[in-house]
């Protein structure tokens, strides 16, 4: 057989090899259901939304297999019936340790331009560095989450189909991030009274609490501001008059003006996100609207927002009221969440 027919034959066999294993990435585009008032959140161009990879980051984020003894996962501490958020002041990590903050609910995250209550990590893409790889959550490491990803088939099958790719600490961040991106929530009472002009939707008393909480009487709405209830800045909000443990974002900018500031939460679903503050401290909303109706501590860098109010207890009713009409339960029920 001459070389010429041999080359032609190793070829066809080449070629048609390559016909019968096509390459796994599967790049069917997912469309995210944007709430009416919500603008599109920007996705990055390395990681455009794929069923593939929200599927894959799905799995990781309730998968152990993340943390150094498998006996931690992403879910854990972020409960779905809790806005993914967590009921107790301090979430347990591996061998039962403990950090120093409170878990923060993970609805609407896909809007944040910097994570973290400190807004020490600058893209929801490197968020999972962080759990994974503190010593008192996962204690373990993104390379060492990759090498044991890449023992088990079913995750080498969807890291391809998502990144075309075997299992690496890219594909583990990106796809928790893809499917973090997925958690919004923006259809409560509230969204209902004033956009589709169902004016049964909130109560007597949540109408209340609702002017007041627009009002100059309590400026809530200057900081907890626009559609997801936040501006994203950072406040000291006076609950502590000293902060020797956790300095807030000063341990970012190491500026002494920062200590003890922490970036505005969302208040939807605040409801559901109990306990409150940067270290769960406080125990009930109830409780957090007399903090500031009594204008918290006398800590230097408190904001000059926090200041008494001078609520009656009629009205600190009413607002409590307002912000339980934030709640979503469409959110906490959505079967496409796990």
């Known amino acids: 057989m001459s070389l010429v027919l041999i080359f032609l034959i190793l070829t066809i066999l080449l070629w048609k090899n390559k016909v019968k294993k096509p390459s796994l990435l599967d790049l069917t585009p ?10 599109e959140p920007i996705i990055p161009k390395d990681n455009q939304l794929t069923k593939a990879r929200i599927d894959l980051g799905k799995k990781l984020f309730f998968d152990p297999i993340l943390s150094r003894d498998s006996t931690i996962s992403c879910g854990s501490c972020h409960h779905q019936e809790l806005a993914f958020a967590d009921k107790v002041k301090i979430s347990q990590g591996v061998e039962g340790r403990l950090g120093f903050r409170n878990v923060p609910s993970l609805a609407n995250v896909a809007y944040l331009g910097r994570l973290n209550k400190d807004g020490g990590v ?23 989450a990759a090498s044991r990803l890449n023992n088990h088939q079913v995750y080498i099958d969807m890291s391809l189909r998502a990144y075309g790719r075997l299992p690496h600490p890219f594909t583990i961040a990106r796809a928790l991030g893809a499917f973090c991106r997925t958690l919004i929530s923006g259809y409560s009472n509230y969204d209902r009274y004033i956009n589709n002009d169902e004016k049964e939707a909130l109560t007597k008393s949540e109408i209340r609490g609702m002017n007041l909480f627009f009002s100059e009487i309590t400026n809530c709405s200057e900081c907890h501001s626009g559609f997801n209830f936040t501006n ?17 974002r000063k341990r970012i900018t190491l500026l002494a003006e920062d200590e003890g500031k922490y970036r505005v939460p969302s208040l939807r679903n605040i409801m559901l996100t109990a306990p409150y503050m940067h270290d769960g401290r406080i125990a009930s909303l109830e409780a957090v609207v007399q903090h500031y109706n009594k204008g918290g501590s006398n800590h230097p860098n408190k904001s000059k927002i926090v200041r008494p109010l001078g609520m009656d207890e009629s009205q600190q009713k009413d607002l409590v009221h307002f912000l339980q009409s934030l709640t979503d339960s469409s959110f906490i029920q959505n079967e496409s969440f796990y």
């Open 232 to 248: 994203n800045s950072y406040h000291n909000n006076g609950v502590q008059d000293q902060y020797p443990i956790d300095i807030g």
């Open 122 to 144: 600058v893209k929801l893409d490197m968020q999972a560095v962080v759990p994974i790889e503190d010593k008192d959550e996962m204690d373990f490491s993104l390379l060492k």
């Open 30 to 39: 997912y469309h995210l259901k944007i709430p009416e008032g919500f603008p």
